[in-house]
T-cell receptor, first 114, second 111 residues
Framework: NAGVTQTPKFRILKIGQSMTLQCTQDMNHNYMYWYRQDPGMGLKLIYYSVGAGITDKGEVPNGYNVSRSTTEDFPLRLELAAPSQTSVYFC?????????????FGPGTRLTVT | SQELEQSPQSLIVQEGKNLTINCTSSKTLYGLYWYKQKYGEGLIFLMMLQKGGEEKSHEKITAKLDEKKQQSSLHITASQPSHAGIYLCGADTGGGNKLTFGTGTQLKVEL
């Protein structure tokens, strides 16, 4: 199993540009998550999904959109990039939620908006 | 204030020394997860604690959960350079389907 994969690893965007961060997992997990990590800060949840076709907002959803058309994929869309979105983005997945399963993380995407 | 506070924020220890990192929640803990992150990489799962008083160990790392204090501690015995990195705690505080993460503790181990 490849686990959770994310592309790209690095990206530089200009203000106002759009992009999609890709996330794929091959573990047949129902739950998937997007986090951002700013320097000196913990992870902040952006969006999450409990299964294909179902998504919900996390703590910091503004400026982002998600979709979940398949179990495997959970892309994160930035429509109008702003400098405040400069961050490291992590995708994670877990098999279910009964408090007994850890989340598996991808390697991250480092995004700079200038 | 943060829902999940970690202390210390950073730590420098000499190789061979013991150390403890704490994670305190302002809400009831239903589960506590410890992760390690190396710079530029993703998070690696270390341990999960679910019951008050639970203690788990893996190699030289021990984690405990004090349900009454809403706190968990991570203890490393005889630290090695391979222990260096950022340690993050994540908590299930009953919000359903998601974890809240602390701000992390950066550990450096000097030779």
């Amino acid at each position: 199993n490849a686990g959770v994969t994310q592309t790209p690893k690095f990206r530089i965007l200009k203000i106002g540009q759009s992009m999609t961060l890709q996330c794929t997992q091959d573990m047949n997990h129902n739950y998937m998550y997007w986090y951002r990590q700013d320097p000196g800060m913990g992870l902040k949840l952006i969006y999450y999904s409990v299964g294909a076709g179902i998504t919900d907002k996390g703590e910091v959803p503004n400026g982002y959109n998600v979709s979940r058309s398949t179990t495997e994929d959970f892309p994160l869309r930035l429509e109008l990039a702003a400098p405040s979105q400069t961050s490291v983005y992590f995708c994670a997945s877990s098999p279910s939620w009964d408090g007994a399963y850890e989340q598996y993380f991808g390697p991250g995407t480092r995004l700079t908006v200038t | 204030s943060q829902e999940l506070e970690q202390s210390p924020q950073s730590l420098i220890v000499q190789e061979g020394k013991n150390l403890t990192i704490n994670c305190t929640s302002s809400k009831t803990l239903y589960g506590l997860y410890w992760y390690k992150q190396k710079y530029g990489e993703g998070l690696i799962f270390l341990m999960m604690l679910q019951k008050g008083g639970e203690e788990k160990s893996h190699e030289k790392i021990t984690a405990k959960l004090d349900e009454k204090k809403q706190q968990s501690s991570l203890h490393i015995t005889a630290s090695q350079p391979s222990h260096a990195g950022i340690y993050l705690c994540g908590a299930d505080t009953g919000g359903g389907n998601k974890l809240t993460f602390g701000t992390g503790t950066q550990l450096k181990v000097e030779l």
